[in-house]
């Protein structure tokens, strides 16, 4: 008895030290992430869910949209989101997946045995299914339904950096005359209502889940599920529609319970107190 207990305390500093040598190592592989943009960007909330699915510890810097330089001056342009990693930064989002697999292996968005199949719908979300949601703005948000989320985007940009009162008050023409959002017009099909349009890539989406359990039917959430989400739970939880509309389609809400259970429950990197619904309440 006597032996063990020298023993152990013989070997209590060793442990002691390994400990602390396990955590030296880890506080220096620990790697510094930061996510500029704006919370109210559909490409910045998929960055945004990519970190949170993987678990990365990261700052999000916002910016703003009035005064993009203040933050980003360093890469010479005003488009969201940056990633940085350690100093170095990237843009576009889709490509952020792709790097952040090779920085944290773990939980990998794009796995190489699905690459191709993932690479083929994240086409398909980029381009009809992200591209889609700036539908409004360009048809110029000249109602007054149109306007109310407009005045509610930009008090939602303003919670992170604060736009004087006469930027707000103009925000849903400001958006509708940005020159991105003029750019993205030229890449759809404005002949399609937009309730038709909505409709088509709602049941275009539930084909993609198909069987699920996540899209592509595959096993685990890849960067697919992830860009998707957060523009589906977005509006419903800070104050943009009173109902979870995309959870009228059966398929839809049970992937959408599937993938809440991978993320935060405020996955949207919109501050806390700006939140107006709980999604548990919509998908219980
Ligand atoms: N393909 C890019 C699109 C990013 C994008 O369009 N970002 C918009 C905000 S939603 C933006 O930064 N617009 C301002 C600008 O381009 O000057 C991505 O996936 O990251």
């Known amino acids: 008895m006597k032996t063990n207990i020298r023993e152990q305390l013989s070997s209590a500093p060793k442990m002691a030290l390994v400990g602390l040598v396990s955590v030296i190592s880890k506080v220096r592989s620990m790697k510094s992430v930061k996510l500029y943009g704006y919370a109210t960007s559909p490409f910045v909330r998929k960055t945004g869910c990519f970190l ?4 990365v510890n990261f700052t999000h810097m916002p910016v703003n949209p009035i005064a ?3 933050t980003i001056g360093f890469t010479n342009g005003t488009q969201v989101p940056v990633l940085e990693i350690d100093g170095e930064w990237k843009r576009e989002s889709s490509d952020h997946a792709h790097w952040l697999d090779q920085v944290f292996p773990e939980k990998p968005l794009c796995p190489p045995e699905h690459a191709e199949k993932i690479a083929e719908i994240d086409d398909w979300i980029s381009h ?5 949601i700036f539908r409004p703005a360009v048809d110029g948000m000249v109602d ?3 306007r109310f989320r407009g005045w509610r985007l930009a008090a939602l940009v303003s919670a992170h950096t604060p736009l004087p009162e006469e930027v707000r008050h103009m925000w849903p023409d400001f958006v509708s005359k940005a020159p991105f959002i003029q750019a993205m017009a030229e890449r759809m099909d404005l002949s399609e209502s937009i ?3 909505q409709l088509r890539i709602g049941l275009e989406l539930a084909a993609h889940i198909g069987e699920g ?6 096993e685990q959430p890849t960067m697919l599920d992830l860009a998707v989400f957060p523009q589906l739970v977005f509006g419903f939880m800070f104050g943009l529609e009173a109902r979870l509309s995309a959870a009228d389609h059966p398929v839809i809400k049970s992937w959408l319970a599937r993938v809440a259970e991978h993320l935060p429950p405020n996955p949207t990197l919109i501050a806390d107190w700006m939140q107006i619904q709980n999604l548990e309440d919509a998908l219980s």
Do not use: H, M, Q, V
Not at 52 to 55: F, N, S, T
Not at 128 to 132: D, G, I, K, S, V
Not at 213 to 218: C, D, K, L, T, V
């Open 128 to 132: 009809t299914f992200l591209l889609n």
């Open 213 to 218: 359990p996540f899209i592509g039917g595959f």
């Open 144 to 146: 007054l339904k149109a």
């Open 195 to 197: 309730e038709s349009a």
């Open 68 to 70: 993009p330089d203040e």
């Open 52 to 55: 949170y699915y993987k678990g």
